[in-house]
């Protein structure tokens, strides 16, 4: 799908204040139909605060925040889910006891009467998680024993059957081996090409970067830049995300320590090359 004119979530000048503490501030972002916005940042770069403020669990101090054009402030996450935004935080907020179809229809029981309808929550998880490329040989195992990619999946799926628009990915990658960050990235694109607006939040350029349509950067709660796809590579965004001033410095300090850091500076200083900070810091075309 194309993404469509209207942004579906779009936060301008946005901030945040914690008392004097300045947690978030000018902060811009655009999440559109059909799209990927990757935002990236380390820790304490203001990804979290980010993500409440979206999510509905804070609001914000400053700037304004629109949801298919209209201005919001919402007063809880039941309110953002209620408007089609829904969070997938790195927790899953899964049982792992309980079977997956139990966990797929957690606090949205079907009834027939008065009892569960098992038979239909059991058919409509199969029949989902099928459609997102997962093909589960038993729903009634318990979600424990799937992989980390998996259950990610089950919580991706959960949101897209309960009508999300917006898709609100919280380091989904982060505490997953090569092969299981692909799996999930796979769930990504499909969730995209199934008309969601994606916000992946990331530490890892490497995972963003494949998926991506738009790239917001994050340090220390502003904003480092504000990119389209078209407007950056995969070695400038990496090197943006490393710091390219700061390994700079950092390997000068190594060579002037002696003879005993030589070997870490060089090493250091290869890095920084092979990221391609140095062209960029000097405005030259990677």
């Given at each position: 799908m194309t993404a469509t004119t209207a942004p579906l979530v779009r936060l301008v000048d946005a901030g945040k204040n914690y008392g004097n503490i300045i947690a978030l501030h000018g902060v811009d972002l655009e999440v559109s139909a059909g799209e990927v916005t990757c935002v990236l940042g380390d820790n304490g770069a203001g990804k979290s605060t980010?993500?409440?403020?979206?999510?509905?669990?804070?609001?914000?101090?400053?700037?304004?925040?629109?949801?298919?054009?209209?201005?919001?402030?919402?007063?809880?996450?039941?309110?953002?889910?209620?408007?089609?935004?829904?969070?997938?935080?790195?927790?899953?907020?899964?049982?792992?006891?309980?079977?997956?179809?139990?966990?797929?229809?957690?606090?949205?029981?079907?009834?027939?009467?008065?009892?569960?309808?098992?038979?239909?929550?059991?058919?409509?998880?199969?029949?989902?998680?099928?459609?997102?490329?997962?093909?589960?040989?038993?729903?009634?195992?318990?979600?424990?024993?799937?992989?980390?990619?998996?259950?990610?999946?089950?919580?991706?799926?959960?949101?897209?059957?309960?009508?999300?628009?917006v898709l609100i990915l919280d380091e989904p990658t982060a505490a997953l081996g090569?092969?299981?960050?692909?799996?999930?990235?796979?769930?990504?694109?499909?969730?995209?090409?199934?008309?969601?607006?994606?916000?992946?939040?990331?530490?890892?350029?490497?995972?963003?970067?494949?998926?991506?349509?738009?790239?917001?950067?994050?340090?220390?709660g502003q904003s480092l830049g504000y990119y389209r796809k078209s407007e950056i590579t995969r070695e400038e965004l990496t090197a943006l995300m490393a710091g390219g001033a700061e390994l700079e410095e950092l390997s000068h300090e190594l060579e002037r320590g002696g003879a005993g850091s030589a070997d870490a500076a060089k090493l250091l200083g290869e890095e920084v090359h092979e990221l391609g900070i140095d062209r960029i810091s000097t405005g030259e075309a990677p």
């Open positions: 980010l993500i409440k403020i979206i999510a509905g669990l804070h609001q914000h101090s400053a700037g304004t925040y629109e949801v298919e054009s209209s201005p919001v402030r919402f007063s809880s996450p039941r309110e953002a889910l209620d408007r089609g935004i829904a969070t997938v935080y790195q927790d899953l907020a899964v049982v792992s006891l309980m079977p997956v179809w139990r966990n797929f229809f957690l606090g949205n029981e079907v009834r027939k009467g008065p009892r569960m309808d098992i038979a239909f929550m059991r058919r409509t998880a199969k029949k989902e998680l099928l459609d997102m490329g997962i093909d589960l040989r038993d729903v009634d195992q318990p979600i424990g024993t799937l992989s980390g990619g998996e259950r990610q999946c089950v919580a991706i799926s959960r949101a897209v059957y309960f009508g999300a628009k090569v092969k299981q960050s692909g799996v999930v990235l796979r769930y990504i694109i499909q969730a995209r090409e199934r008309g969601l607006g994606v916000i992946f939040i990331t530490h890892n350029p490497h995972h963003a970067y494949p998926v991506g349509d738009r790239f917001l950067l994050l340090k220390r």
